[in-house]
């Protein structure tokens, strides 16, 4: 049985934002159902900008969902209940270059209106249309400890999406 999904407002989702991305996670997808890829992270937001509501999310370019998220207009960002753990690790330790992660983890993508792929057992969804990205940029840290986080010297890309639809199957 398929579970329900209905649109609410950014205004109603009550979970904290520093749990919900932080400890939490979340799977980054892009694409289409015919070709897309997800993975697990830990970094990114939410908040107004340019009088937007908008979520951003960190994807190294040596990730495979790297070229899905280049390619594509959207992404959507998925939350799961803490029993979908495994799931996360799985997604976030394993490439879509090396291993088919729906079958490998049981995922069931659902497609949204605009065509973007979510999945069945997460509890909240936000999707996005980049509206803007940037590099990270190693001269730019004031925090010298920052450096520690990229020891191969692979930079993370930025992403910033307009939220366009907020799911909740809650």
């Not at 994807?59 to 979908?84: A, G, I």
């Not at 993508?109 to 605009?114: I, S």
């Not at 992403?159 to 809650?170: H, Q």
């Amino acid at each position: 049985m398929t579970k329900t999904f209905h649109e609410i407002s950014t205004d109603d989702i009550i979970d904290n934002p520093f749990k919900l991305i932080g400890t939490d996670w979340m799977l980054i997808t892009a694409g289409t159902k015919e070709s897309f890829n997800t993975m697990t992270a830990g970094w990114g937001g939410m908040g107004i900008l340019w009088k937007m509501q908008v979520a951003f999310c960190f994807v190294r370019p040596t990730r495979y969902t790297y070229r899905f998220m280049e390619k594509n207009k959207y992404f959507t960002l998925s939350f799961f209940d803490e029993k979908y753990r495994d799931i996360l690790n799985i997604c976030g330790t394993k490439s879509g270059r090396d291993i088919d992660k729906i079958k490998e983890t049981g995922l069931k993508p659902l497609e949204t209106k605009m065509g973007n792929i979510y999945f069945e057992q997460s509890r909240l969804v936000l999707e996005c249309r980049k509206i803007y990205f940037d590099d990270i940029k190693p001269e730019h840290f004031l925090e010298s400890k920052i450096h520690n986080a990229y020891p191969e010297k692979d930079y993370h890309r930025l992403y910033i999406g307009e939220i366009k639809t907020c799911m909740s199957s809650e």
